[in-house]
């Protein structure tokens, strides 16, 4: 209807005004009623033909599952329903992911469900599993040296001595790039975040294709952080809060150190971490050799004493922690290129828990941002031999703390 029609009708267009005041007031309801209407969560309990179910944002749900609801299952990182298996209610299990389509009536208490999208928690366990393989088998990690935004190319650094490498990434427009959010050490809390927000000296792993001697790369998928690297003496513990206290021997502030179930801690046996202390030694120090680090390891008896003014801090870096046993701890095999990658030597170190520390050990850690509160991503004990070799702190978990899984598999009950 045009302007003249409007003026000669004011009734008219006083009734149309009152209508889009309404719709505009409607809309907001609308929309939040279509956000209640369905959720993503964690099964966390199953009784007669009711679930309790914790979403993946705000307060625990009870859902009646009535005999005619849709009970669909689906594989980890599928979204085509029509492909997915019916299922009986009776298949559904605690730790499963579900997608819930409540009834018209939902309301802040017991709803009644009209479909349920499953996706189980033993096929989410599988494609993690084989998502922490492929990572383990095509991926790549290190320490970002340079970032060109607009050709898209991330150069690393790994490894040091005899198995230093510099790695040139290349990414393009269909290349996944995702970031750990800050003071997250969840690989399923990553968001994706543009190449730009990358900078030299954070933590990368890729994963994709790669040349014949591993230089060069192609991502299909690249997750960056920055976290930051400490290296101290625990002065207190509180199992209670799974937290413990450790003074940083290079700025000398106490720093509380937050333990969760993501954490690798492990400690390393006394003839490893001297072996590793004369291995990073012998590569930095120009005047000893690989076979004299080699016979300093191979009788056993430390590389150096442990001297926190000798010390020296650097960038925690960190991969996928799937690191496979190999190396030997022979003599002479310390410095040598037959030595076993450090990273092999740390995964197969003995796992520990926050119970097998005590006041005084020394740590090392990669952990979250922060000034004094930190949660660890890994942590490592008995590495008194180790604070003493100056290249130990930057290197040593190179490529190793990372605990990258998969969250394809929350991505599919979306």
């Known amino acids: 209807m045009n302007s003249e029609t409007q003026s000669r009708h004011p009734a008219f267009s006083a009734c149309l005004a009152s209508l889009i005041l309404v719709v505009a007031t409607l809309i907001p309801s609308i929309a939040a009623a279509q956000a209640s209407s369905r959720f993503v969560g964690t099964i966390t309990a199953i009784s007669g033909n009711s679930l309790t179910v914790k979403p993946d944002t705000g307060e625990v749900r009870q859902v ?6 849709a009970i669909k299952r689906i594989a980890p990182g599928q979204k085509d329903l029509s492909t997915a ?10 730790g499963d992911r579900v ?6 009536d939902a309301t802040a208490g017991t709803s009644q469900a009209l479909q349920i999208v499953a996706v189980k928690q033993a096929d989410v366990a599988l494609k993690q599993q084989k998502d922490r393989e492929d990572w383990q088998r095509r991926g790549v990690g290190g320490l970002v040296k ?9 150069v690393l650094t790994s490894g040091i001595g005899s198995t230093a490498r510099t790695i040139t990434v290349r990414t393009t427009k269909t290349t996944m790039l995702k970031r750990y959010a800050p003071a997250s050490v969840s690989f399923d809390a990553v968001q994706p975040a543009p190449i730009d927000a990358i900078h030299p000296g954070d933590q990368l792993r890729a994963r994709g294709t790669k040349n014949a001697d591993g230089t060069q790369f192609d991502a299909e998928e690249v997750v960056s952080g920055t976290f930051r690297n400490i290296s101290g003496t625990i002065t207190s513990l509180d199992p209670a809060s799974s937290t413990l206290v450790v003074k940083d021997l290079v700025t000398k502030k106490q720093v509380t150190i937050h333990i969760t179930t993501d954490a690798q801690m492990r400690r390393l046996p006394d003839r490893m971490a001297q072996m590793l202390a004369a291995r990073f030694k012998a ?3 120009p005047g000893t050799s690989a076979g004299a680090a080699g016979g300093s390891a191979g009788t056993g008896q430390p590389a150096s004493t442990y001297s926190p003014q000798n010390q020296r801090s650097g960038a925690g870096q960190w991969n996928n922690g799937g690191a496979q046993a190999g190396g030997g701890q022979g003599s002479g095999a310390a410095g040598g290129q037959g030595a076993g990658d450090p990273q092999q030597m740390l995964g197969r170190a003995p796992a520990i828990q926050l119970a097998d520390l005590k006041k005084g050990d020394a740590v090392m850690l990669v952990s979250t941002e922060g000034e004094t509160d930190v949660t660890a991503i890994t942590l490592l004990a008995g590495v008194e031999p180790l604070l003493e070799a100056p290249a130990a702190s930057q290197s040593l978990l190179n490529n190793w703390s990372l605990n990258s899984g998969s969250g394809a598999a929350d991505a599919a009950a979306q």
């Open 99 to 104: 997608l819930v389509k409540l009834g018209p």
């Open 146 to 154: 340079s970032v060109d935004s607009a050709g898209g190319v991330i």
């Open 85 to 94: 298996e019916t299922i009986q209610f009776s298949e559904l299990a605690v």
């Open 283 to 285: 590569s930095t120090d």
């Open 64 to 69: 009646a599952v009535p005999a005619e609801a």
